[in-house]
Structures are given as C-alpha cells and as structure tokens.
C-alpha cells in the first residue's frame, strides 16, 4: 500500500550535548544505545506497521466469508488503518517533538501489538472495522515519532540521508512482506496472519525499550493544542468517510454531506492553528517551497503509486482468475525491488537533490504503469508480460520511499521532525485512500484506465517537486 523532503536550518544529534542543546532537545542519558539500534528498533516497528497495512490485500476473501461481509461494507475493512493514520499523525508528531519520540514511539508499538492481537479474534466486521482505525491510530505513533528520533540519533549529512534511506526501505519491504504473510498463512486460518503480526509488534516494543533514548523538543507554552487535534482529526473522518462511501456512488447525500463537513473543519482547524500557543502543525511551514514539495510528493505518491498497488492483487485475481499467492509474488516483485532500491538511493544523495530524486521516481512508475498496459486483461498473455512494467514501476517506488522521508526532515526545523514526518505521512495516507477510492471507480470502465489514470497522476507529482524549490 505506499508511507509516504532539503534544507535543515538547525542541526541534532542525540549523542552530543551541544548538539542537542542547540535543537532544543535533552541529551541522552549515559549509557545511551548507539545510533544503529535507533535505525534497528524503529526499522523493525514501522515494517511490522507496513505489513500491517497490506495485510488485508489477501485476507479479504476469507474475513469476508468469516463475517458475512456484505460488499457494500467491504471498504472498511480496508480502510480502517488509513483512517486511524490520516487522522492521528499529525497529532502524533507533535506530541512526540513537544513530550518525546521514544515515549510516543513506545506507547504506539505496544498499542499496535494489542490492536493487531484484537483484531485477529474480532467477531464482526464492526470490531474488526474499529481495531483497524486504533491499529491505523497507533501506527501513527510509530511513523511519526520514528524519522524524530532518527534526526536526534545521526548528525545532518552522509549518516542522516543513510539512515532515513534505510527506514525509508524497510517501509517498501513492510509493504512486500504483508501480502506475502497474509497469503500464506490465509490458506490456514486468515486470523493467524495476525497473531503472527501482533506477537512481532510486541517482540518489537520489548526491544525497542532497551534500544531507544529519549529525545524532545519542547515549544514554549506548552499544552498540547487538543482543540486543533480533535478538529483535524474529525476533518480527516469526515473526508476518508466520504471518500469510502463514495465507492457506491458519489452523489449520494451522506458523501455530499462528509464532504462538507470535510472542508467546514479544514477551514475551522486552520482558524485554530493560527491562535494556538503550541499548534498541531505550524502553518508557518507552508510558505517554505521545500515543505510544500514534500507534502506534494507524498500525496500524489498516496493518489498514484499506492492507490494503483493496493488494488492490484485483487483486480488480478477478479479480472485474470490469478490465485492469490501468484498475485502477491507479482507484489512482492515489484516491492521487494523498490526495497533494494531505496536501500542503494543514499548513493545517490550527493549527486541527486531530494526534489529531482522524487521527480525520476515518478517518471519511472509512469513508464512502469503505461508498460503493463493490456497486460492486465483476461486476453493479456501470460504474466510474465507484466515482469518488465513492475520492474520499472519497482525502480520508480524505491526512489520516492528514500526521497520521501529525507525531503520531510530536511524541509522543516530539525526540533520539529516529528511534525514535519507526521505532514508527510498524512499527506501520503490521505492520497491513497483518495487513491483506492479512484482506481476502484476507474475500474468499472476498464483496467487499462486505471492504468492511464494512475501514470497522469504520477505527472503532477513530478513537476511539483521539480518547481517547488527554495529561491536563492
């Protein structure tokens, strides 16, 4: 699913006290755990978040039996987790930058452990509907606190575009790894996919609470801005609402409804924001160019890269008969590569602006997309015709997943690397379930337009990232 960025006026690093004097935050206690198991320990959570995520890409047909499902509700059994994420990760950022990352970072991994573990024995799409927003709300926690405590762990330079390349990665191979867990382990039983996820999420807080040391960077004036949060988070339910009940039809009064709800508390939140002693989001950071880049960068990422790839497994197996483990090798193909990639994209980072990296990866999915054209259909061939497009298309995501995160610490303030990765990450969950949203619709037309549709909405992307730059 696809998440999803520079210029850093101060710099952090959690190992030195004059360092994290100057950002604002408190210096590690002695005895402090190195940087690597900082990368280590939130690697591990966000992977075990993204897989997750993808989970219910070859879960569905058996919760859907299980619960007697009807279609009409089958939406939200996909859309819980981006709920949960879109409205709580701004939220969360904030709090982990103001009251520390490690605490928001911990309490959401061990949250996400006990959720998953809810979930897995729901009897009902409701209780399995609603374990998956507070899944959604506590990976939130972790993708937002995560890039904070990576700033405060390696100094500005070769290390940080290293590390946020790695976590970046391990993003696209939580991605790979959900469907290919699920589909196996789905043959069994789909509630034992995750068990096995809940179990690891809470191997993980048990780690992460002898690896990680605290960091923050509390603002002055310090109560946290819940008036902001609870209008931002209803206007992010309101829009994901509309957007999942739009799938039967938009012009519906209770989508058209959501939708105006939607925009009266964007406007509301934003009459907050600028009153606020201590805002959920500084709108202050929209009249950087490189922040708007980014934010940019990973909504059309959501729109059309995760959008496409959430739907992908089940249009092959609805449109070519495909089984569903050969659909979630044909996943894996494409992220695993993007995985390796991203891995390698550091080498990039002295040659290639975060911006034009962003644009090339872009590019690529187009050119990935538009290859798998006609390759899709029941009279496509083997699928092997879609090997080469995935490929490109793999190549295109592993750019954007280590350009994303770089671009999300480096366009703000380093004391405010949470917030600037909880923008980010809202940005790219809102795009996808806008996304998933459009490629469903678009598919009662055709496969091959939602192809079309996809590779046009990479475009936008590209130039936006490419003209959105800071003036000398």
């Excluded at 006990?114 to 972790?142: C, M």
């Excluded at 405060?152 to 940080?160: Q, S, T």
């Excluded at 610490?409 to 380093?414: G, N, R, W």
Aim: aromatic share 6%; charged share 10%.
């Amino acid at each position: 699913m696809t998440g999803e960025t520079v210029h850093i006026p101060n710099e952090t690093t959690a190992t030195t006290t004059a360092a994290a004097t100057t950002a604002g935050t408190e210096a590690p206690p002695k005895g402090a755990k190195g940087a690597g198991a900082t990368l280590a320990a939130t690697s591990a959570a966000t992977t075990i978040a993204l897989m997750n995520y993808t989970a219910p890409m070859l879960t569905l047909p058996g919760m859907t039996a299980s619960f007697g499902t009807p279609v009409s509700a089958q939406a939200w059994l996909l859309n819980g987790t981006p709920l949960g994420l879109a409205a709580l990760l701004l939220v969360a950022g904030s709090l982990a930058d103001d009251y520390g990352r490690r605490r928001i970072f911990l309490a959401g991994t061990f949250a996400l452990g006990i959720t998953i573990a809810l979930g897995a024995v729901a009897p009902t799409t409701l209780t399995f509907t609603l374990a998956r927003v507070a899944q959604g709300a506590a990976s939130a926690a972790i993708l937002a606190s995560s890039l904070g405590l990576l700033v405060a762990a390696f100094p500005a330079g070769a290390a940080r575009i290293r590390a946020t390349g790695v976590w970046g990665a391990f993003v696209s191979g939580g991605i790979a790894m959900g469907p290919l867990l699920a589909g196996g382990l789905a043959t069994i039983n789909w509630r034992l996919a995750y068990a096995v996820l809940a179990v690891a999420a809470l191997i993980a807080f048990a780690a992460a609470t002898r690896a990680l040391t605290e960091s923050r960077a509390p603002r002055k004036g310090g109560r946290p801005d819940w008036a902001g949060a609870l209008t931002l988070a209803l206007a992010f339910t309101s829009l994901i609402g509309a957007l999942t009940l739009g799938r039967d039809g938009w012009l519906r009064a209770p989508v058209g409804v959501l939708l105006a709800a939607a925009v009266l508390l964007t406007v509301a939140f934003a009459r907050v924001e600028r009153r606020a002693a201590t805002p959920t989001i500084d709108l202050a950071l929209f009249r950087r160019p490189e922040f708007l880049a980014s934010s940019a960068g990973a909504l059309f990422t959501g729109l059309s890269v995760i959008g496409l790839f959430s739907c992908l497994p089940n249009l092959l197996h609805q449109v070519r008969g495909t089984s569903p483990m050969s659909a979630a090798w044909l996943f894996v193909l494409w992220s695993g590569l993007a995985f390796v990639v991203a891995l390698q994209a550091r080498r990039l980072a002295g040659r290639v602006a975060a911006r034009r990296q962003l644009a090339i990866g872009f590019a690529l999915h187009a050119v990935g997309v538009l290859a798998m054209l006609g390759a899709v259909q029941p009279t496509g061939g083997t699928l092997w015709r879609l090997v080469p497009g995935l490929m490109v298309a793999g190549v295109g995501s592993g750019l954007l997943n280590a350009a994303l995160p770089r671009l999300a610490v480096e366009s703000v303030p380093a004391d405010r690397a949470a917030m600037g990765s909880g923008a980010n990450n809202t940005a790219r969950y809102i795009g996808s379930s806008a996304g998933v949203a459009l490629t469903i619709a678009v598919a009662q037309t055709g496969v091959n337009a939602t192809l079309w549709v996809s590779a046009a909405l990479a475009v936008p992307g590209a130039v936006l990232a490419l003209v959105l730059r800071e003036r000398s």
